[in-house]
């Protein structure tokens, strides 16, 4: 089973500028989440979409937004770049709705905002 | 609120040697728990979790964890540490909200293992 896909692995974008970051999850997965890793803050839960709906939310300006597709492929917008949003961008997809679910990690895009 | 705190950003250990990861957890219901492992370069990869069926967890590359209640803990252990152990891990709880579940992860531990 192929794993998770993230596309693209790495980016470089100046302040101001937008960036779209895809995902591709592990067939059959129907939860998609998205996460913002920092050396300061840890991993950051941004949202959740099961099923084409946008089911969590973490505590992130509107900037961040996101979206699922009818394939379950995910992608997630940043606008407005600013320094701090330089991270690594990770997504988690799971077969969803249930606590004790697995998830399962692509290997991150790594933004960086100049 | 659920939350998860990890003591110890840094841990070091001699090859051979016991690897304790501590982990302890606030909750007000059964929670289940998660322990990951992240190599550089690289996304999480799930060790174990305990999901309220034996309190002894057994997951992969010998690693280890006790669900202890009493002491709200969750701690990782692996007898003897391997080179291939140096990593950052995380624990994390799994938790309901609006009618699903969402992870709150800890700010995880780095783990060097000395020679």
């Known amino acids: 089973k192929a794993g998770v896909t993230q596309t693209p692995r790495y980016l470089i974008k100046t302040r101001g500028q937008q960036v779209t970051l895809s995902c591709s999850p592990i067939?059959?997965?129907?939860?998609v989440s998205w996460y913002q890793q920092t050396p300061g803050q840890g991993l950051q839960f941004l949202f959740e979409?099961?099923?084409?709906?946008?089911?969590n939310k973490g505590n992130f300006p509107g900037r961040f937004s996101g979206r699922q597709f009818s394939n379950s492929r995910s992608e997630m917008n940043v606008s407005t770049l600013e320094l701090g949003d330089s991270a690594l961008y990770l997504c988690?997809?799971?077969?969803?709705?249930?606590?004790?679910?697995?998830?399962?990690f692509g290997p991150g895009t790594r933004l960086t905002v100049l | 609120a659920q939350s998860v705190t990890q003591l110890g950003s840094h841990v070091s250990v001699s090859e051979g040697a016991l690897v304790l990861l501590r982990c302890n957890y606030s909750?007000?219901?059964?929670?289940?728990l998660f322990w990951y492992v992240q190599y550089p370069n690289q996304g999480l990869q799930l060790l174990l979790k305990?999901?309220?069926?034996?309190?002894l967890v057994k997951g992969i590359n010998g690693f280890e964890a006790e669900f202890k209640k009493s002491e709200t803990s969750f701690h990782l252990t692996k007898p003897s540490a391997h080179m291939s152990d140096a990593a950052e891990y995380f624990c994390?709880?799994?938790?309901?909200?609006?009618?699903?579940?969402?992870?709150?992860f800890g700010t995880g531990t780095r783990l060097k293992v000395l020679a």
């Open positions: 994390a709880v799994s938790v309901a909200t609006s009618g699903t579940y969402k992870y709150i």
């Open positions: 305990y999901t309220s069926a034996a309190t």
């Open positions: 988690a997809t799971g077969a969803g709705g249930l606590g004790t679910d697995t998830q399962y």
């Open positions: 067939s059959g997965h129907r939860s």
């Open positions: 979409y099961f099923s084409e709906t946008q089911r």
């Open positions: 909750s007000s219901v059964p929670p289940y």
